[in-house]
């Protein structure tokens, strides 16, 4: 009776063993739970690109996919996986409101597929100092951080609130910072001074605001997005007066060359943004080479 009781022990334990093994082995690393995908922006965007870019050269990333879709689509997703705390990969940039609303982090990138950190420039054009001085010292001194212009892209999206009006109520709860920017200078007679801008979010709400700032100082300020060649070529030519859109070095790098010595640079207007591939901060990796590779 003994031998038989030592006997269903032994097999219990055993049973156990194998049945703990079978769990872990069922186990998903977050790799697997993603599907080995990528969950991507539009097909045409740059950093499309740069991901299946990063498909093809991280030995972690052989064998995945990218799900391109929208913007939208990828930020709903996203939305999503953190309500459930579940992993996902998406591409990312800064500043975005996606920073001020959810706890991201960039992975790693070793192979610098993404580039390095980049800062927006205002430039302006030839002239413009000798011709609209105060203009000129105003936009000279316009500086922002990433965190501020996060928030306020937040603010836009949640309250569904147009750019201009983003831009207008920083300016009026930043009096103190908007007086260091015109300190000093004298104000205008409906000078005109046209800004010009690429149609993205971060630099349409640091653009509406250097606007606004300018016209409180009496200029008769015209504001308008454009493409980022014709920006660099209408500045060149003196068309338009000044922009604080440029990215360099990798974004505008091209046309910053293209042009160079043709517009006066200023220098950046904030530091810190930044492209590449993002994950919620309660996942445990933290490079593109922390990832499986596709069986």
Not at 84 to 113: C, Q, R, V
Not at 120 to 146: N, S
Not at 267 to 275: E, L, Q, R
Request: proline fraction near 5%.
């Amino acid at each position: 009776m003994i031998k038989w009781k030592r006997l269903a022990v032994i097999a219990s334990v055993t049973l156990s063993i194998v049945l703990v093994g079978c769990g872990q082995e069922k186990q998903q690393s977050d790799s697997e739970k993603m599907d080995f995908t990528i969950t991507g922006l539009e097909p045409g965007a740059g950093q499309t690109e740069l991901n299946n870019q990063a498909i093809e050269e991280y030995e972690s990333l052989a064998g995945w996919e990218q799900q391109t879709s929208s913007t939208g689509a990828m930020l709903s997703a996203l939305d999503e996986a953190i309500d459930n705390e579940e992993p996902i990969m998406i591409t990312a940039w800064s500043p975005h409101y996606m920073f001020a609303k959810w706890d991201l982090k960039y992975l790693d990138d070793p192979k610098g597929i993404f580039g390095q950190e980049q800062q927006a420039i205002t430039i302006v054009r030839k002239g413009l100092e000798e011709d609209i001085p105060g203009a000129y010292e105003i936009l000279d001194r316009i500086q922002f951080e990433v965190p501020e212009i996060e928030a306020a892209l937040l603010t836009a999206n949640d309250k569904e609130l147009e750019i201009p009006e983003v831009a207008q109520q920083w300016v009026d709860k930043n009096q103190e910072v908007v007086t260091t920017w015109t300190e000093g200078i004298e104000a205008a007679d409906s000078t005109p001074i046209e800004l010009v801008s690429t149609p993205w979010d971060e630099v349409l709400f640091t653009g509406n605001v250097a606007k606004i700032v300018l016209e409180q100082q009496g200029y008769n300020v015209t504001f308008t997005p454009l493409d980022p060649a014709i920006l660099f070529q209408s500045i060149s030519n003196g068309e338009a007066d000044a922009s604080l859109a440029p990215w360099i070095p990798t974004t505008h790098g091209a046309l910053y060359e293209e042009y160079e010595g043709e517009f006066v640079d200023l220098g950046p207007n904030f530091d810190g943004a930044k492209i590449g591939l993002a994950v919620p901060a309660y996942m445990e990796v933290d490079s593109l080479e922390d990832f499986e590779p596709a069986e």
